[in-house]
DNA sequence: TTATAATTATCATTATTTGATAATTTAATT
DNA sequence: AATTAAATTATCAAATAATGATAATTATAA
């Protein structure tokens, strides 16, 4: 263990379930000496990135509040996404959650959510969150974006059930391509239905998608069709103001290089 | 340059104003040669604590995201707080930004927010923001529960302008600790008032503050005993769900100890 | 106060990082 | 498609830092 690895595989245990941890339960996790992991910890004490809590147990520290601040208001796809995920919501047929999700190694996150006040079912979708890569529109959205040797590795990261199931996946993901647009249900939540399109942004390398999610109890047919044309267009939106930004990125980092 | 401090010197060149640096321009700004900046980062970016973006610039990686949201769902303070937030606002006489902060370092953030949707002023305080010790009420209530050799240590670190300043400062302080509150008009912000109640648990280390703030434009005085009330109470509601909090957490702990 | 747990310090050994340079890959331009 | 420049990775000996066993100290609880 060496490297930023060393850091990492102690900021990994720490999870919603399970999100305190005394220096004795790392160490024995790690199987590493505690007098190593006090060091350890220590350094990211001091970094912020930990904090000391109750008990002697440490948790994750403010950092992460800051950084992520920082991305907010600066990452292209949530600065470029985020203010249409109202927009979307309010001209849907129903109450929807409406999700801007990334591929986050061979996961699918979601950067931003927004969900109508009055939208009544729990949905897995919410920022932060890692998602399946093969379930979902979502994210079916996002891989159907992914070709050539990117798919195949990410492809042979999944546990398919069966060689059928695999062949089916890909089947899908090719009409779905000519489609532009995903439709699944129930693959993430039971009762309730996915929209998605595709988001991309050759020169960003952005991989992303927006949905929006629905109760299949308030879900009509005819819904469909407005659906439809709200994503399609809020997401051709989206990209429009990526490339604006990216544009003025760029224009800031020539004005920068130059007065030096 | 060793340890986590090597990572933590990159990451902290990444701010609001300048949230993309090519691999160059960290190893000029750091003073270290480029074949071991590249180095680093990649290593970070394996670990998505950093992202390639265009043009060979690297941004923040979506590790921050992910942990930010394990904060949220599992942060004492956060979790008790934010749910009262929404509440205080629409209790308020007249619209406000509601803000949860807590010590970060030798600066105070802020840990969640709630601004009434037809709230027009902008305001400094927002999520992950780092705001000074010093100014406004928010910082105000969070350094007047902090005593002896920490806040010696804190007060020293701050450029008060003379030692006038200083003593004013003090003295201030004492009649805040006194009164239980705070109150201060325009120091972090032109045109806002504000008001903030300590937070505090000394079993979980928490400093904090609640604080909602007015437009001066908005604010007549007859509002005071009402907002005074209102944010004596949801602070003492909020310390009361902290403490819950803490003894589910205790015997999450106890429980998954003793299983093993 | 005492006892126990938590944390820090020490230090020789072992392993890793460093930085100069070369090699390779990628992207831009002709 | 070929050329060139820029970006990135690889190499390796020297310098530096991490490790872990143990001892010492400090905080916490009984």
């Not at 220096?23 to 790690?30: D, Q, T």
């Not at 959650?97 to 699918?108: M, Q, S």
């Not at 897995?124 to 079916?140: D, E, F, H, N, V």
């Amino acid at each position: 263990m060496s490297g930023f690895l060393r850091y990492k595989k102690i900021l990994d245990l720490f999870s919603e379930e399970r999100s305190s941890w005394t220096v004795l339960e790392i160490s024995k996790a790690l199987k590493k000496p505690s007098s190593t992991i006090y060091r350890i910890i220590r350094e990211m004490v001091l970094a912020e990135f930990l904090e000391s809590a109750a008990g002697s147990y440490f948790r994750l520290g403010p950092a992460f509040i800051k950084f992520n601040r920082i991305i907010n208001f600066s990452d292209p796809l949530v600065r470029a996404g985020q203010p249409f995920l109202k927009k979307l919501a309010d001209e849907n047929p129903i109450t929807s959650v409406n999700v801007l999700a990334r591929l986050y190694g061979n996961k699918v996150m979601c950067v931003a959510d927004y969900k109508s006040p009055s939208f009544k079912k729990n949905t897995s979708y919410q920022r932060g969150k890692l998602m399946p890569l093969i379930y979902g529109a979502t994210s079916r959205a996002i891989i159907m974006q992914i070709t050539n040797r990117k798919l195949q590795d990410l492809i042979n990261l999944e546990n398919f059930k069966s060689d059928e199931d695999k062949n089916n996946f890909l089947k899908d993901l090719k009409n779905d391509r000519k489609k532009g647009y995903c439709i699944t249900e129930g693959q993430v939540d039971k009762g309730l239905i996915g929209f998605a399109v595709s988001i991309s942004n050759k020169k960003l390398g952005i991989e992303a998608s927006l949905s929006s999610i629905f109760d299949l109890d308030e879900f009509l047919l005819e819904h469909e069709p407005i659906i439809y044309a709200n994503l399609t267009s809020y997401g051709l939106l989206v990209e429009k103001y990526i490339n604006e930004i990216f544009e003025d990125i760029q224009n800031y980092h020539h004005e920068t290089n130059s007065i030096r």
